[in-house]
């Protein structure tokens, strides 16, 4: 396998002041990974805008044109729970744009890795849970349209269900919907994926990953997707303030292991997305992500 491809931008940063989402991230894990040797930032890919007709496959125009005319409700900013800002809608529509690419990118090189994204909360008429757009559902579309794949595999292993997701493709075939989440956590209300394991609070990693392991290779198998679109939140993990599951940073190591290892195996691309991560301390979060990114140069090397 040829080494994955790494997209960012430094657009994808928009200021949301004091936030438990810390929009710094995506920054400082690229200069991660150049540390930690993975690959040169001069070889880190620059992501186009996604372009309108993209975002329009998934959302509705009167919410689009309400994001770029700057006409949220006050209970749809609330919702949101992001403030509203011409930059966040710029950073949104270009982090879409980045999980197009790295889709696009995996189709060759066997991973895609977006350094951002994965916002698994927005519907197609609203975002919700800090997610604008839903740029995993905006990239399978667009590699659907572009007649690159027919079927893919949402892996959602975020500590939140992916409700987003679950909805925008509730009533098509060609995409199969797994989350893995906490249940007593957000959202309230969690339209059914096709797949979903809702986990106790408090389970540990030797759980989530035998639910894992039994679940993700079976779903490949018995789905057989041209592309599988990984939704790698970091917030399972044990010290995180918006999740209750006890995974450590070996358990999410293993977790990156076996999902990136069950397609190699069978040969299915897979683009990568970085979704949630909100531990205590941010070198937490950046060194999960980054973890996650290494984990995915060692399957294509293996």
Same mark, same amino acid.
């Given at each position: 396998?040829?080494?994955?491809?790494?997209?960012?931008?430094?657009?994808?940063?928009?200021?949301?002041?004091?936030?438990v989402?810390p929009?710094?991230?995506?920054?400082?894990?690229? @200069?991660?990974?150049?540390?930690?040797?993975?690959?040169?930032?001069?070889?880190?890919?620059?992501?186009?805008?996604?372009?309108?007709?993209?975002?329009?496959?998934?959302?509705?125009?009167?919410?689009?044109?309400?994001? @770029?005319?700057?006409?949220?409700?006050?209970?749809?900013?609330?919702?949101?729970?992001?403030?509203?800002?011409?930059?966040?809608?710029?950073?949104?529509f270009?982090c879409?744009?980045?999980?197009?690419?790295?889709?696009?990118?995996?189709?060759?090189?066997?991973?895609?890795?977006?350094?951002?994204?994965?916002?698994?909360?927005?519907?197609?008429?609203?975002?919700?849970g800090?997610?604008v757009?839903?740029?995993?559902?905006?990239?399978?579309r667009?590699?659907?349209?572009?007649?690159?794949?027919?079927?893919?595999?949402?892996?959602?292993?975020?500590?939140h269900?992916?409700?987003?997701? @679950?909805?925008?493709?509730r009533?098509?075939?060609?995409?199969f919907?797994?989350s893995?989440?906490?249940?007593?956590n957000?959202?309230?209300?969690?339209p059914?994926?096709?797949?979903?394991v809702?986990?106790?609070?408090?389970?540990?990693?030797?759980?989530?990953?035998?639910a894992?392991?039994r679940?993700?290779?079976?779903?490949?198998d018995?789905?057989?997707?041209?592309?599988?679109?990984?939704?790698?939140?970091?917030?399972?993990?044990?010290?995180?303030?918006l999740?209750?599951?006890?995974?450590?940073?070996?358990?999410?190591?293993r977790?990156?292991?076996?999902?990136?290892?069950?397609?190699?195996?069978r040969?299915?691309?897979?683009?990568?997305?970085?979704?949630?991560?909100y @531990?205590?301390?941010?070198?937490d979060?950046?060194?999960?992500?980054?973890?996650?990114?290494?984990?995915?140069?060692?399957?294509?090397?293996?």
């Open positions: 396998m040829s080494p994955p491809a790494v997209v960012h931008s430094d657009g994808y940063f928009a200021d949301i002041g004091a936030h989402f929009t710094r991230k995506f920054r400082l894990l690229r @200069a991660e990974i150049v540390r930690r040797g993975l690959l040169a930032d001069s070889d880190i890919l620059g992501p186009e805008r996604a372009s309108l007709e993209q975002v329009l496959r998934v959302h509705d125009r009167a919410y689009v044109d309400k994001l @770029a005319q700057g006409r949220l409700s006050v209970l749809e900013e609330a919702v949101l729970e992001l403030p509203y800002s011409k930059q966040l809608v710029e950073a949104s270009l879409a744009g980045g999980s197009i690419l790295a889709g696009r990118e995996a189709l060759t090189r066997g991973v895609g890795i977006n350094l951002g994204g994965g916002f698994h909360h927005a519907f197609p008429d609203h975002g919700e800090f997610c757009f839903n740029d995993v559902a905006i990239a399978i667009a590699l659907q349209h572009e007649g690159l794949i027919r079927r893919a595999a949402v892996i959602d292993l975020d500590v269900q992916g409700n987003g997701t @679950a909805a925008i493709f009533d098509d075939p060609s995409v919907t797994f893995m989440h906490e249940e007593q957000y959202p309230a209300v969690k059914p994926s096709d797949l979903d809702g986990l106790d609070t408090g389970t540990p990693g030797a759980e989530y990953l035998s894992l392991e679940h993700a290779p079976a779903i490949l018995r789905h057989r997707p041209d592309l599988v679109a990984y939704v790698a939140g970091a917030d399972p993990f044990e010290q995180d303030q999740g209750g599951l006890k995974l450590s940073r070996e358990d999410l190591r977790r990156d292991r076996v999902v990136f290892g069950a397609c190699a195996a040969e299915i691309p897979a683009v990568a997305f970085l979704a949630g991560g @531990a205590l301390r941010l070198e979060t950046v060194g999960i992500h980054a973890d996650m990114v290494e984990e995915a140069f060692q399957a294509a090397r293996a």
